[in-house]
């Protein structure tokens, strides 16, 4: 059966070899050490040659042979290799496709110097002072070992195969001189190294993105060192990697799955101007294959391959999933998808990243995937008005409904605050005024890192009156910050009364204690009467969801009056009988109930139906309903119940005299309800 001899030494042998071992598909892989076999994965359809092979040798093995096509995998530097193939199969009529490895990688970084052969470089290495990273390999070891000086300065990085080493050993290089590794190697893995062998030049051949080229040009350019680069690559283009695997189809008639597992980077891009890139998401994006976010982070870059204003979750991973269908659109397997600012800080990148771990683990998607930070703009704009934000409040009001935000300015004396257009600034100017916080300073960061930025200090009224579309992040300071309460409390006095009646303060207090409330919490306020419940439950926390449920007119309409006056949105006030108006809000984990109207039974059996694990407290004052709660007690499966008669007594003052005026007892009763 006729097979496809591969002359391997590069990645991408080794990475044909294995497509064509899952395409079914016989082969031979030549390889000329035993490390070159060692990283061959092993394949019963793969058979390994392994030595060297003169011109003549080779040709007797390719005319013993019974081969379809010969691939030329070898290192664009192993020239003798390519010239010693190509003259063997002379009048074979056997194809040959060369396997070109790409090098087209940005070369005018850092301190480059070129020369055409490994003796020139390494005569103007001995005018070098200080240490020397060679990365060429072994093969070439000897022309910079001349010189006694220069050989003592080396330090060798060459695989960790025994040829490599002996070469090293023949040609007088100690253990110590020896860095044998196995790539690839990190911009990181380079300058590690660099530092800490104390390298002053590093020499590479332009080995294209497979050989670490790149990375080598980063590192010496962030440790500051020179680097010296030998000759070019070959001038025959030969073939991509998905260019031979198509011809190889035609000469097979099978389908050749260029399957890559791919690495999919989540990358911050800061405000958007290349200038706040990190050097680590910049380098992502100049080597990616393909780049997906909204049409605003991708507009300026163009991968090797292609882009698409993809930024939704299930979007991205239904066409990753198509890409890795389709095999051969990937040459490196690099997929970025760019965020706004931080991609920890207020961003999308927490939910895609969700959903990817669900498509690798349950959907099928072969890939890998990190996260890569990048500058806020809150930071950004700190450091622009030498602003700390380690001690103030960070808020964002970018594409969402901010609940409380007066509330939190005016309890903070700093406030950074994320925007999504000038309607977000002329909103924030417009609830400033009417909370009567004028002295407070809007600081706007407009179009930051752009050509355009500007800083504007303005006031609330002149908020109101911006109009230039861009892109703000605003901080405000506040000079009458009255401090955030570490406790919940609010004075009787301080609620706006009428004739409707009131939980009073101290029972308030406990009842609220007895909730045992948490981040998040869904909370519902039976029978609210005048809402002092349900605002100082709101006021604890932003991320508390308040329902006020009240079927009395009157009572609704002083919750409303309370509500604008402590300006709370994160109260909903509902205007329906109980039980019946419960069922369609949303699923609560909290419920105080102050008043039943005859029909506690009732409003127990729907909340158990909403959620038989959430928390209930109940108010009673007359006989009748202290009844009910003990009939409700025997009747609910529930943990932990506690009932509590609270008796408060107020000072009244009397001529000269204070004498304690007593209020009615309360009952209070605290349960957890559980399943059956």
Sequence with gaps: MKEILIFAGTTEGRKLSECLAEAGIRQVICVATEYGEIVLKEHPLAKIHRGRMNREEIRQYIVEGDFVAVVDATHPYAELVTENIKAAMEGLNIPYLRLQREVGIEEDIGEISWFDSNEVCAKALEAVEGNVLLTTGSKELGKYCVSEELKSRLYVRVLPGMESLELCIKNGINGKQILALQGPFSVEMNEAIIRQYQIKCLVTKASGRNGGYQEKLEAAKNTGIPVFVIGQPQTDKGYSFAEVCRELEKLCGQQIKQKKKMEILLAGVGMGSRNTLTKEV??????????????????????????????????????????????????????????????????????????????????????????????????????????????????????????????????????????????????????????????????????????????????????????????????????????????????????????????????????????????????????????????????????????????????????????????????????????????????????????????????????????????????????????????????????????????????????????????NPVWICAFDLCKK
């Design 282 to 663: 910049s380098q992502a994006i100049e080597t990616a294959d393909i780049l997906l976010g909204a049409e605003r982070m991708i507009a300026p870059y163009q991968p090797k391959v292609e882009k698409k204003p993809y930024y939704r979750g299930e979007q991205i991973l239904s066409y990753l999933k198509e890409i890795q269908q389709k095999g051969d659109i990937l040459e490196s397997g690099k997929v970025v998808i760019l965020f706004s600012g931080d991609s920890g800080f207020y961003s999308g990148c927490q939910a895609l990243y969700r959903v990817l771990q669900q498509g690798i683990t349950e959907g099928g998607l072969e890939a890998s995937f990190r996260v890569l930070p990048g500058i806020s703009s809150i930071s950004y704009l700190a450091s622009c008005i030498g602003e700390s934000y380690q001690d103030a409040a960070i808020c964002s009001m970018h594409g969402k409904e901010l609940v409380n935000l007066v509330q939190r300015i005016r309890c903070e004396k700093k406030t950074f605050l994320l925007m999504s257009g000038v309607k977000d600034v002329n909103k924030l100017g417009n609830i400033l005024v009417a909370a009567g916080m004028t002295a407070c300073e809007i600081v706007a960061g407009y179009q930051l890192s752009y050509p355009e930025q500007q800083i504007k200090i303005l006031t609330p009224a002149q908020c109101c009156e911006v109009r230039e579309e861009g892109l703000y992040t605003c901080f405000i300071r506040n000079p009458l910050a009255v401090g955030k309460k570490v406790t919940h409390g609010v004075a009787d006095t301080e609620f706006i009364r009428d004739k409707v009646p009131m939980t009073k303060e101290e029972v308030r207090e406990v009842s609220i204690c007895k909730l045992k409330l948490h981040k998040n919490a869904v909370v519902y306020d039976i029978g609210s009467g005048s809402g002092s419940i349900a605002i100082e439950i709101a006021g604890l926390s932003e991320e508390i969801q308040v329902y006020a449920i009240e079927r009395k007119e009157e009572a609704l309409a002083l919750i409303e009056k309370n509500k604008e006056k402590f300006q709370l949105e994160n109260i909903s006030v509902v205007s329906a009988e109980a039980p019946e108006g419960l069922e369609e809000l949303p699923m609560p984990t909290h419920a105080f109930i102050g008043g039943s109207g005859g029909r506690m039974k009732e409003i127990l059996e729907t909340l158990y139906q909403r959620n038989p694990g959430m928390r209930v407290v109940i108010n009673a004052i007359s006989m009748e309903t202290i009844c009910e709660i003990k009939e409700v007690i025997s009747r609910f499966p529930m943990e932990t119940p506690e009932i509590v008669q609270l008796q408060v007594s107020r000072a009244k003052k009397v001529g000269e005299y204070h004498l304690m005026q007593a209020e």
